[in-house]
């Protein structure tokens, strides 16, 4: 129904907003719960890092892999072989584009553009595979489903799932309100993380450490990711359809016009 008074049709948009969206403030106390957990979380990084730079590969990874692969079924070979075929090139980035396009096009501008910046994490992580420079699990030691002729650590498909979809998580975490459906797309989100995970181990294409070490380096890059796009929200597209934020108070020494 048109507004009499502007002459204009409601935004469906603002429809969507006002029923499923959090106020601004119930968003930022979630955010920085969230962004306190994925940091502490992060702070192992370093230490694994030296260490898989120093062995090929550790106990606990010939322990875990074993008992990971002696799970194996027709059933289950397909899940893992399909959850890892979505972490690789083209449909990785055929996925990353059309989310992102969809956050934009909804009206969760800054989201989108803060989705985006999570994904440069990739590239920290590839650096980080040229430094450590990890060979990929032997098959002389586990079942190796194919072998990939890149380093092992940290996991890409991880490291990417660990950001692109965490950060999807914290929107749908601080963004809609309290519902079955929120509490049921977080769950969605979270699992497909952790079967990431064990995918490549399951494959033979990580080392337990190499995921691990995927995760924790994922988590500090998705804290900065969300102190970036808290740092902006007020910001940039301020008046964006969806979920809005209230501009950025003044600063001390400015003077009201």
Same mark, same amino acid.
């Given at each position: 129904?048109?507004?009499?008074?502007? !002459? /204009?049709?409601?935004?469906?948009?603002?429809?969507? &907003?006002?029923?499923?969206?959090? !106020?601004?403030?119930?968003? +930022?106390r +979630?955010?920085?719960?969230?962004? *306190?957990?994925?940091?502490?979380?992060?702070? =192992?990084?370093i @230490?694994?890092?030296?260490?898989?730079?120093?062995?090929?590969?550790?106990?606990?990874?010939?322990?875990?892999?074993?008992?990971?692969?002696?799970? /194996? #079924?027709?059933?289950? &070979?397909?899940?893992?072989?399909?959850?890892? $075929?979505?972490?690789?090139?083209?449909?990785?980035?055929?996925?990353?584009?059309?989310?992102?396009?969809?956050?934009?096009?909804?009206? %969760?501008? $800054?989201?989108?553009?803060?989705?985006?910046?999570?994904?440069?994490?990739i590239?920290?992580? =590839?650096?980080?595979?040229?430094?450590?420079?990890?060979? +990929?699990?032997?098959? &002389?030691?586990?079942?190796?489903? +194919?072998?990939? #002729?890149?380093?092992?650590?940290? #996991? @890409?498909?991880?490291?990417?799932?660990?950001?692109f979809?965490?950060?999807?998580?914290?929107? *749908?975490?601080?963004?809609?309100?309290? #519902?079955? *459906?929120? @509490? %049921?797309?977080?769950?969605?989100?979270?699992?497909?993380?952790?079967?990431?995970?064990?995918?490549?181990?399951?494959? @033979?294409?990580? $080392?337990?450490? &190499?995921?691990?070490?995927?995760?924790l380096?994922?988590? %500090?890059?998705?804290? =900065?990711?969300?102190?970036?796009?808290? $740092?902006?929200?007020?910001?940039?597209?301020?008046?964006?359809p969806?979920?809005?934020?209230?501009?950025?108070?003044?600063?001390?020494?400015?003077?009201?016009?």
């Amino acid at each position: 129904m048109a507004n009499p008074e502007s !002459g /204009q049709e409601p935004d469906p948009r603002r429809e969507l &907003d006002a029923k499923l969206v959090a !106020g601004a403030g119930t968003r +930022r106390r +979630r955010a920085r719960v969230f962004q *306190a957990f994925v940091v502490a979380s992060s702070a =192992l990084f370093i @230490g694994i890092a030296a260490l898989a730079h120093a062995f090929p590969y550790f106990p606990v990874d010939l322990t875990v892999t074993r008992a990971i692969q002696s799970l /194996q #079924s027709p059933a289950l &070979d397909q899940v893992m072989r399909g959850i890892s $075929w979505i972490g690789f090139t083209p449909q990785v980035d055929v996925f990353i584009g059309l989310v992102l396009l969809a956050l934009y096009f909804t009206g %969760l501008r $800054w989201e989108a553009v803060s989705a985006a910046f999570g994904v440069c994490g990739i590239l920290l992580g =590839l650096l980080i595979k040229l430094i450590v420079f990890r060979p +990929r699990p032997s098959a &002389d030691l586990v079942h190796v489903f +194919r072998e990939l #002729s890149s380093a092992a650590f940290p #996991s @890409g498909h991880v490291l990417m799932s660990t950001v692109f979809i965490g950060f999807l998580a914290f929107l *749908a975490y601080t963004i809609l309100k309290s #519902s079955w *459906a929120r @509490g %049921l797309l977080v769950t969605a989100f979270g699992t497909l993380i952790l079967l990431m995970g064990m995918s490549r181990i399951y494959l @033979g294409q990580h $080392w337990f450490s &190499d995921v691990v070490g995927a995760y924790l380096l994922g988590g %500090l890059w998705l804290a =900065l990711t969300i102190r970036f796009y808290r $740092w902006g929200k007020p910001r940039f597209f301020v008046r964006q359809p969806v979920a809005p934020a209230d501009p950025a108070p003044p600063s001390p020494g400015s003077r009201a016009s």
